[in-house]
Nanobody
Framework: QVQLVESGGGLVQAGGSLRLSCAAS????????MGWFRQAPGKEREFVAA????????YYADSVKGRFTISRDNAKNTVYLQMNSLKPEDTAVYYC???????????????????WGQGTQVTVSS
């Protein structure tokens, strides 16, 4: 079992920045690929970013590429999502997810992730 707790969400003006954190406990964190997903009101949950167990490979949705950065600190059992140049369309509940995976390429499909956090709200005002 892996327990995930997100933090760092809030209200920010367009063009601003936020850093989300996801603290993990339970099963060995360093053997888990991690992902960030988001769900806006009335929309399906969508992929944002993913990182391999080692941190050696990262992937991003086209909509956030160049603005968001995913990273991890295995010593702290934490994964981060640095969000810069935020836009109103980034407004959503952001979820952290984990799956036991030691491959070079992390999963990008939410159906492949086994563990989820409760989500943290990010609101970007125009």
């Amino acid at each position: 079992q892996v327990q995930l707790v997100e933090s760092g969400g809030g209200l920010v003006q367009a063009g601003g920045s936020l850093r989300l954190s996801c603290a993990a406990s339970g099963r060995i964190f360093s053997s888990n690929a991690m992902g960030w997903f988001r769900q806006a009101p009335g929309k399906e949950r969508e992929f944002v970013a993913a990182i391999s167990w080692s941190g050696g490979s990262t992937y991003y949705a086209d909509s956030v590429k160049g603005r968001f950065t995913i990273s991890r600190d295995n010593a702290k059992n934490t994964v981060y999502l640095q969000m810069n140049s935020l836009k109103p369309e980034d407004t959503a509940v952001y979820y952290c997810a984990a799956v036991w995976n030691t491959g070079w390429v992390p999963p990008l499909d939410e159906r492949e992730f086994d563990y989820w956090g409760q989500g943290t709200q990010v609101t970007v005002s125009s």
